[in-house]
Every structure is written in structure tokens, then in C-alpha cells.
């Protein structure tokens, strides 16, 4: 499950939400979707897109300046173009070939709205990118990135881009690991959640990823940010006993060993209070050689 994706079903953020559910409601499933009977058909092995789709894109090209305050043929527009972006990019089951037919089709017919399909987000916050982050569908990651308009900086409603999902992630080959690269690459990897203040180094040392750890590091990440309760990734290194990656996060002069967190702890203390004898005694052995 995806952070801040509560629930199994997909909305628009209210601007195509309502209508997207009473039609959902509506229709048996395999037929959920208005327009979706032939969206994924092939002619001579090429996926095609549906005609409603474009349809729906030809429309709102000319009405781009009331995106924020769509009438009733807008917001039916909306719903078809929603339903059959996230259908075709954010399922886990998403093919590579149907996504980038999309997009080839929505820049030779509406090149201007790109950026808006890119970028719409559904009621959990959530980006076409960031599901594809999350299903680890890397060759429909990088489609996105390349388009070049998708807007990194996007906070789903649980504080996380794409970037942070992505340094959860483990990439299981050399293709995969190289587009999260070009995605940290790309993004501000030092940006902060708007939920708790943590950064995707945070979680990834969190969470013991010691690959995404080490990546992100050769990309930047800043090794002192602090989260809202003060804590740094050497301090959550330190709290859950991750000798390695505390040893790589230390391999980074700027590491600062005596920051404190708001309750006056230092990632030593808190690993002599957690009983992590090992990681304690790297943290002591890395404060005395620099006191040299």
C-alpha cells in the first residue's frame, strides 16, 4: 500500500471525484470506467488509445484557464481523462507500451496539457509517478521523468513524493536502480515531508535500505537535516541498531555526531539507550578519532 493511499479506489481530488464514484457504482466491474471498452486495444501489435480520452484532451485544451473552476461538461471531460490516465499508469499491472503511447498521443494532439496530466493527483495526493514508484514500474518512471513537466516537489496527503517512495523501494536489477538514480537526480532529495519533516534519507535509514541509503548519499542528501522532532538519519540509524549504514552515514565528514533532538539526545545516547553495543562503540571510536 502506498503512503497516504488509503483505500483501494482512485479519485481526482474532488474536481472529478463524484462522478468518477457514481460511475464506479454504476457499472459491473470490467466496465467501471466510461469509455474504457477498447481504451487498450492494438492495430498491428501498436496500442491505440480511446477515442474518448481524446476527445476529453481536445476539449480542455481550450478551457485550461478554468481547470480551477470546471462547469459541468468540464468536469465530465475530467472524469474520462482521469479514469483513463491513472488506469493506464497507475495500476500495478500498468504496461509500459499503453503509457507511452498515451503520452505520444497527448503531445502530438494537445501538447499543452501535458503538464497537467502529468501532475493530476487524486484524492490520496497521489501522482501517476508516485504509483508507478510504488508498483516499482521503473520503465513507466522514467517515461514520466523524460516527458520532462512532472513536478517532483508533489506531497501526497501523507507528506511523501516520489522520491521518498522510491527510497523505500529495492530495485531488483541494474535498470531499476539506475532510473531511481535519475529520479533522485532530478528531485530536491533534501526536501522535507510536510507531515513530519523527514527527508528521504530519513526514511530509507528507517527502514534499513541500506542501498537506497548509499545512493542517496552519492546524490547529496544532507546528512544533518533534522526532522520535526529533531532527529537525524544518524540518530534513526543509532535508534534501531544499523551499525552499516550508521558507518556510511559516519564515511560523510559533515555527519555531525553532537546534534541534538528535542528531548536533548544525541544519536550516541540514544544507541547506548537502546542497547546497540555495536553501533554505540562506532559512534564512540568515529567522536574520538575526530577529537584528534
Known sequence: MIPGGAGSERTDGGVASVEAEKTAKTKPPGEQMEGKSGSQTSTGGRETVNADFLAACQFLKDHMDNMDNPNEDMRKALVVLFQHWFSAAAEEASVCSMVAEYLREVKRVTPSL???LINMADDNGNTAL???????NY???SLILDTGVG???IQNNAGY?????ASLTAPDGPGGMEVVRKLMELSNINIRSSQTGQTALHLA???GRVVMVRLLLSCGADTNLQDREGAT?????????????????????QCDLTLTDKRGQT?????????????????QAHAKARAL
Open 161 to 165: 513524493t516520489a522520491v521518498m517512495l
Open 151 to 153: 513536478d517532483l516537489s
Open 130 to 136: 508516485h504509483y508507478s514508484v510504488s508498483h516499482c
Open 139 to 141: 520503465s513507466i518512471v
Open 205 to 207: 535509514v528507517r527502514h
Open 114 to 116: 501535458l503538464p497537467f
Open 267 to 283: 544519536a550516541l545516547s540514544i544507541a547506548t539507550q537502546g542497547s546497540h553495543t555495536d553501533t554505540a562503540a562506532l559512534l
Open 233 to 253: 538519519a544518524l540518530m534513526f540509524a543509532s535508534e534501531r541498531g544499523h551499525t552499516h549504514i550508521a558507518r556510511l552515514l559516519l564515511e560523510r565528514s
